[in-house]
């Protein structure tokens, strides 16, 4: 059939008239007139049409003159040949899925035919017509799964059978992944639509390219015995460079393996480890064979170092990423140049640290004393102790374990620098005594007394810095967590110990909180859990609080002794106390103020905000509040009093089947539960309205009382939160073997928001602090350089905490906005303070 045939149409016939109502539908056309064979004239069976028909000029331009002769000419007739079609027949879904596979066979059999059964075109569009026309996305799928199974299972027999071994055996493997990478490349583009159509929409299924890296990476990379030919061939090739010092005949194959391996995502844990390791043997080796026979001298064994270090970057740079270059020479510096002592340092010590083993520490460094090793040693253990430092702190899912881990870990330092990092000193020769000396042949010779030991001062120095540095890894959170270990452990109390061992557990808290700069951090909680301790009565003594209080103030921070002032408060209120119950008594209105217990704090002494709004107790208890305020006005006159309800507590009588209990719960709880008295079941919203607790006081506050081990409370429905629809309910089976029962308050902890409030009360008066260090400074020195008032500032606050310097960049340009300091007109980095 020819193109003219094709497109020429007849006078005589009516166009596609004949086909109204289906404009759209694709049939077999031929000219009514033509004299030639129907066979030959008649179009292909399957056009794919155009999505715009004028899409383009030369389409454009061929309608219009189309158009123009149709309307001199008179219309055209079309007669159909076969009835119209709305679909693919099966049979060319069939043959176009089947061409697909037999395509996918083809590309997958190693050593198979290349020539392809259609063109990529063709194949393309066969794939289009299976998945999105036949749905046969899935078959497709697996035949790729299944062919290329059966293909990497060739592939790995083929290599692993391979007669070549050792650096020539890389040739064939790296054949081997050239080919498979290309094949599925093409494999990829024929099946794009199976990518874009099927697999696009599971979510689970790895694209083409993915599953056949997958698949080869599994089957033939990792298999044993290949993953072993790798290796054997790359330590060949670089044992047989690294003794002849000049390049292999197949060193250009290192690079395409580097690259295949790279594809895989296999290059770090291959390659690049592979490598390493060969290096570090290698040069260890050398270093211990040239150290043995002894040739060298120190000057050339120097420059055959810095020969053989020059070697491994030039051919690291030559077969290896880019990234590999400096760790493959740090190696070969460290393997050459440390030495047994520094394997020994490195690896010996972090066995044993691990270990805990003492003994054996303390064998290792008579040995290093004796070689003059001991900063060898000294380096090692600093460096292990930091890191192990940086590793609790850094443990952000265990932060809750961190201080007993941390304590665990100093206890055993202390100890070895004690006991195991010592040297002897020797003894002192005692001047005889005087007077005449008897003597006999048959006295006992005395023992020799033990040599006296001192511990070695850099490995106390290296204790000391290491911690400090492990510690800067995380700024703020060591401080803040060290203070709510004391916290508890002030809560906890002694439980049986002996006041000389808890005063040293304390102690050895506050030892870690001196590795720390953070100082405002660790006084802003210490002094948060102070104030709820004596404010709660949960304090284990105020004799060790005193105590503790003192020791921070002398040796720490002397900011602490703003602290006094809480206990100064509460010895205050008792007296207070007294004097108003003294009076009700008299009035004979002692009521139920006799259980009152209230306590006026100075908002300077205790670390509180003020509160925008609190709970809405009941009128009886508001009364007896009323009462005592009357009452304190009158003794002092110009001052208000602002109630803090949120660290109260209540004692609450509660009948239930199985008796009478007394319940010790917050002022919340005890407010919320007394709701029950009125009514045996609640809605959240009632509650919320009686209350007026914000959403996240009430939340917290219902969960303990209806979600906590002791459920006084039932909530419906059941679980561990709590939702704005629940329901609440009085439980009345509630029972517990002692009468009085105390249900943890959530108020007495420190909730993730007030934990939040402090610590952006913190920055808050870091940001004060260093405004007025910086003014404080300009002030005394008028005009300063920007890094000479840097440096002023970190040493004005340092004592409370090391600020960054980008904060410091930002207080500098806010006080310029505040017009504390200008810019020289002639120098923008320095600085001139404004009277």
């Excluded at 009430?698 to 939702?723: E, I, N, Y």
């Excluded at 934990?755 to 404080?776: F, G, N, P």
Aim: glycine residues 4%; charged residues 25%.
């Amino acid at each position: 059939m020819d193109v003219f045939t094709l497109l020429t149409l007849p006078q005589t016939s009516k166009a596609f008239s004949a086909l109204p109502a289906q404009p759209h539908v694709l049939g077999t056309v031929a000219a009514a007139s033509s004299t030639r064979d129907s066979s030959r004239s008649a179009s292909p069976p399957r056009k794919i049409p155009r999505l715009d028909a004028a899409s383009d000029a030369a389409s454009a331009s061929a309608s219009s003159s189309r158009d123009v002769t149709a309307d001199k000419r008179g219309p055209i007739v079309l007669r159909v040949i076969g009835h119209p079609i709305s679909a693919t027949p099966d049979s060319v879904i069939e043959a176009d899925y089947a061409l697909v596979r037999r395509t996918i066979r083809i590309l997958l059999t190693p050593g198979g035919p290349s020539a392809l059964p259609a063109t990529y075109d063709r194949i393309a569009r066969a794939c289009c017509s299976a998945v999105s026309q036949g749905g046969k996305g899935e078959g497709l799928y697996e035949a790729v799964k299944m062919e290329l199974e059966r293909c990497v299972g060739v592939v790995e027999r083929s290599l692993g059978d391979e007669a070549r071994k050792g650096a020539e055996w890389l040739v064939p493997f790296t054949d081997a992944c050239a080919w498979f990478e290309k094949q599925v490349g093409l494999l990829q583009s024929l099946l794009a639509h199976m990518d874009t159509l099927y697999v696009a929409e599971q979510t689970q299924l790895p694209s083409t390219k993915r599953l056949a890296y997958t698949i080869f990476a599994a089957s033939v990379i990792e298999s044993p015995r290949i993953m072993k030919a790798i290796t054997d061939g790359i330590a060949d090739w670089l044992n047989w460079e690294r003794t002849h010092r000049m390049p292999h005949t197949l060193r250009a194959h290192l690079p395409r393996l580097v690259q295949h391996m790279r594809a895989h995502a296999l290059y770090t844990d291959v390659v690049e480890s592979t490598y390493l390791t060969l290096t570090h043997d290698f040069y260890t080796a050398e270093s211990s064979t040239l150290a043995a026979a002894g040739t060298l001298s120190a000057k050339d064994f120097l420059v055959h170092a810095q020969g053989r270090s020059t070697e491994e970057r030039e051919r690291a740079q030559e077969v290896l990423l880019a990234e590999s270059v400096a760790p493959v020479q740090d190696m070969t510096d460290r393997a050459l140049m440390a030495g047994r002592l520094d394997w020994l340092a490195k690896d010996g010590l972090e066995t044993l640290m691990d270990a805990r083993n003492d003994a054996q520490i303390k064998k290792m460094y008579k040995l290093f004393a004796k070689v003059g090793g001991l900063r060898v040693l000294n380096s090692a253990f600093k460096f292990y102790v930091q890191k192990a430092t940086r590793s609790i702190v850094t443990n952000e899912e265990h932060d809750e374990e961190m201080v007993p881990r941390l304590l665990e870990f100093k206890a055993f330092c202390d100890k070895l620098v004690a006991h195991a990092f010592v040297d002897e000193i020797a003894p002192i020769a005692s001047a005889p005594a005087s007077g005449p000396i008897a003597s006999s042949s048959t006295a006992p010779m005395s023992a020799p007394a033990p040599a006296a030991t001192q511990p070695n001062k850099d490995f106390t120095y290296a204790l000391s810095d290491a911690f400090a540095a492990g510690f800067k890894v995380r700024r703020n959170k060591p401080a803040e967590l060290i203070a709510k270990h004391m916290d508890r452990a002030m809560r906890r109390g002694q439980k049986g110990k002996r006041d000389e061992d808890f005063a040293a557990e304390l102690d050895a808290v506050l030892a870690l909180y001196r590795y720390t700069d953070e100082r405002d951090v660790f006084r802003a909680f210490y002094q948060r859990g102070l104030a709820k301790r004596l404010l709660l009565g949960r304090s284990a003594s105020d004799d060790f609080e005193r105590a503790v209080l003192k020791t921070l103030k002398e040796k720490y921070d002397p900011e602490f002794g703003t602290s006094d002032g809480m206990f100064t408060d509460l010895a205050l209120s008792r007296d207070l106390m007294q004097d108003f119950l003294e009076q009700q008594r008299k009035r004979g209105e002692l009521g139920t103020v006799q259980k009152l217990n209230v306590m006026v704090l100075q908002r300077s002494n205790w670390p509180f905000s003020a509160r925008k709004k609190d709970i809405d107790l009941p009128r009886w208890m508001q009364d007896d509040l009323s009462a005592y305020t009357a009452f304190y006005k009158k003794h002092h006159q110009g001052r208000k009093l602002d109630w803090d309800h949120a660290l109260g507590t209540a004692t609450l009588r509660a009948r239930f089947k199985a008796g009478e209990k007394e319940l010790s719960v917050s002022l919340y709880q005890g407010a919320v539960l007394l709701l029950f008295n009125d009514e045996a079941t609640y809605a959240y919203a009632d509650i919320k309205a009686q209350t007026g607790l914000d959403d996240g006081e009430l939340q917290r506050t219902l969960q303990s009382l209806a979600c906590g081990k002791k459920r006084v409370l039932r909530k419906q429905p059941a679980g561990k939160d709590v939702q704005s629809t629940d329901v609440f309910h009085f439980n009345a089976d509630f029972t517990d073997a002692r009468f009085q029962v105390h249900i943890n308050s959530i108020q007495a902890k420190e909730t993730p928001e007030e934990t939040k409030r402090t610590q952006s009360s913190i920055e808050a008066d870091r940001k004060h602090a260093l405004d007025a260090a910086i003014v404080r400074v300009m002030k005394g020195k008028k005009e300063l350089a920007y890094e000479q008032l840097k440096t002023a500032t970190i040493e004005a606050v340092r004592k409370h905490f090391v600020p960054e310097v980008s904060m410091i960049k930002q207080r500098i340009t806010s006080l310029v906005e505040q017009e504390y300091l200008r810019r020289d007109e002639h120098d923008m980095n320095r600085y001139i303070y404004v009277a």
